[in-house]
């Protein structure tokens, strides 16, 4: 990206558009939309292929009429469309929307919203069967034409996302047969669930998402709050503040215990203690409704705008039977815990409000990626929290997240709530932040690669979903997840980050198969695909080589005129393209190389450009920089 913004800036537009990149960059409003939409136009129209180079632009005037002709790109759009279709020149709308679903995009992405309107439309206006053409397809995709070429040319945190789901899948049907647990019933709402309710949701940095088994049945967060609710603490008050109230180490006690530390404060925000002193330092002075719908906003941000509910009933039942975290009020309130001015009674009911927030698994699989993207809500793009809030946040949910488990789930996978004192099995199985609820929810958050959202009601000893657990174990021990992981000698492990290792194999082989039956179409696609046009096999062989000794005119013209493949390069004997379609004796072929040769070297090859290349000063390697960041 970087090698094709440099040659943008040879050009006088494009040494404008980079420097003065850093001040539209940051810009809000009209300007910033009005310099994205100069250097999307300036890209469309002056780009230039990794494989080609600048100075052999003439090349591409001389087949201009040709290039036309044969209906080869003009812009990201008709890109984007060749490489969905394959070539072909129509796609139907169904077709669209599998592909997209195959990436890991749903259609009701937000960052979707006006190419799913426009499809809609079509779908609406046609007769029979809504087919896309060019034209239709600019028409739609216009507004996401960069999230979708990211999707299909497999440039997503997780790249064969199908075979990563499927992978999901099993592990999810693998721990339904699970029996043992039982649903909580200290508080009387949560003892109506249905125990074989199971759903698991997850949702990358990238926003491709994934879900199984009852993933769209409402449930409360219960315990699930309280790093959301810290978070924002954290965001909003900072934690020299936070943390002068409630401590930061794991209590080795049961969550709900009356107990403080030594310096007679909670001894973290993930017991109730700690989230009940949380909940006072939130909007301060403010009227319980105000304080509730602020909350609500930001947890709705968090999940992209997808489901949260609030459940009355919940919130009622956890008021009559919450003599327990009564007591805890007392004491905090006996140990001057809570901030000058508090209401410890108010507290107390602004958390049982914030565990009676309902979401599904889908909704609360968004809220767990957007902390694993660093606060950034992948489906809408939105900052939500700042980078200390998630950084504090997930550093508390490893430690402190899974009651008397959390040592344990450290171990293995790491969840998020505390009960009485356990072996360290757990945190140490998963290795991964995660918070449990009594509700049956399992938030788990995988750093930089996606959130995930289980939910069974069966409940172990110390208060986690039994599937939920066995779910998050099961994870760490197939992908690479775990923190400590080591990435280069656990190959046991699977990494869905990575693209399997014969993928350049195939596709070595599908080149030189495609030079050597001269097929335009699949060299085309190919090209489009991002495919490096200039892959050699174990001869050393190029596919310029193959189509040049079979004597596929128009390959050759392909190979040369469009992808600007190097002519020069020697197979294993030493032999060019050139050499191998005269020893076949194809006439036609040989013309057209040795004019592209000749070409090619009165031109600069890519070596003396690079010394030759245009020289830039530090503001405008700067504004470079921030140019590749935004495309």
Request: net charge neutral.
């Amino acid at each position: 990206m970087m090698h094709c913004l440099k040659h943008l800036g040879k050009s006088s537009a494009g040494k404008l558009l980079v420097r003065q990149a850093g001040k539209w960059m940051t810009a809000g409003g009209s300007g910033g939309r009005l310099f994205q939409r100069q250097l999307i136009q300036l890209l469309r129209t002056s780009a230039v292929s990794p494989m080609q180079h600048p100075y052999h632009q003439h090349v591409v005037q001389d087949n201009d009429i040709e290039v036309e002709r044969k209906g080869t790109l003009t812009g990201l759009e008709d890109l984007l469309f060749y490489t969905i279709t394959q070539g072909e020149e129509k796609i139907s709308v169904a077709r669209f929307i599998s592909a997209l679903k195959s990436t890991g995009l749903l259609t009701s992405d937000p960052r979707l919203k006006d190419c799913m309107h426009q499809l809609h439309q079509a779908v609406y206006e046609s007769a029979g069967t809504a087919v896309m053409d060019q034209e239709l397809f600019r028409k739609c995709v216009g507004s996401s034409i960069v999230l979708l070429t990211q999707a299909f040319q497999k440039r997503f945190i997780i790249p064969d996302f199908m075979t990563f789901a499927s992978s999901i899948d099993q592990l999810y049907y693998d721990t339904q047969t699970l029996q043992e647990g039982k649903v909580s019933d200290y508080i009387p709402q949560l003892a109506k669930f249905n125990p074989d309710l199971w759903g698991v949701s997850l949702c990358t940095v990238d926003g491709q998402r994934h879900s199984v088994g009852d993933t769209q049945v409402p449930f409360c967060l219960q315990s699930c709050v309280k790093p959301l609710e810290y978070a924002l603490a954290i965001n909003e008050l900072g934690s020299e503040h936070v943390h002068k109230y409630v401590g930061k180490e794991p209590s080795g006690l049961k969550f709900n215990k009356l107990s403080l530390n030594e310096d007679d404060k909670p001894h973290n925000p993930m017991v109730n203690a700690g989230a009940i002193v949380i909940s006072s330092l939130l909007k301060p002075g403010s009227k319980k409704a105000e304080k509730f719908d602020y909350i609500m906003e930001y947890v709705k941000r968090m999940a992209g705008g997808e489901y949260v509910g609030f459940s009355n009933a919940m919130f009622q039942s956890e008021k009559e039977t919450g003599n327990r975290n009564f007591a805890i009020g007392y004491y905090l309130k006996e140990k001057k815990c809570f901030p000058g001015g508090a209401d410890m009674i108010a507290a107390l009911d602004f958390y049982f409000q914030l565990c009676s927030i309902e979401v599904t698994c889908e909704s609360g699989s968004v809220m767990a990626a957007t902390l694993a993207n660093g606060g950034i809500c992948p489906i809408t793009g939105e900052r939500v929290l700042s980078a200390e809030a998630v950084r504090n946040t997930l550093s508390l949910m490893h430690s402190c997240g899974m009651y008397d488990f959390s040592g344990q789930f450290a171990f293995h996978i790491l969840l998020g709530q505390q009960s009485a004192p356990a072996p360290c099995l757990q945190v140490f199985e998963v290795g991964l932040p995660a918070k449990s609820g009594v509700s049956g929810a399992v938030l788990l958050v995988v750093p930089n690669i996606m959130g995930v959202m289980c939910w069974s009601p069966p409940l172990d000893r110390v208060g986690n979903s039994v599937r939920g657990i066995h779910f998050c174990q099961e994870l760490v021990s197939v992908f690479n997840f775990h923190n400590y992981d080591n990435l280069r000698h656990f190959a046991k492990k699977l990494d869905p980050r990575r693209q399997a290792g014969h993928e350049r194999n195939k596709a070595v082989i599908e080149l030189m198969f495609a030079a050597y039956s001269g097929d335009v179409s699949a060299l085309r696609r190919f090209a489009l695909s991002a495919v490096d046009m200039e892959l050699r096999d174990y001869d050393f062989r190029s596919a310029l080589h193959v189509t040049a000794a079979e004597g596929h005119l128009e390959a050759v013209k392909f190979l040369t005129g469009t992808c600007r493949v190097n002519p020069h390069v020697k197979d294993r004997w030493g032999n060019t393209p050139l050499d191998d379609a005269m020893q076949f004796g194809h006439e036609n072929v040989i013309e057209v190389l040795k004019e592209y040769q000749r070409i090619y070297s009165h031109t600069l090859m890519p070596q003396e450009i690079s010394s030759q290349a245009h020289t830039l000063d530090a503001e405008d390697l700067r504004n470079m920089e921030t140019l590749e960041g935004f495309v």
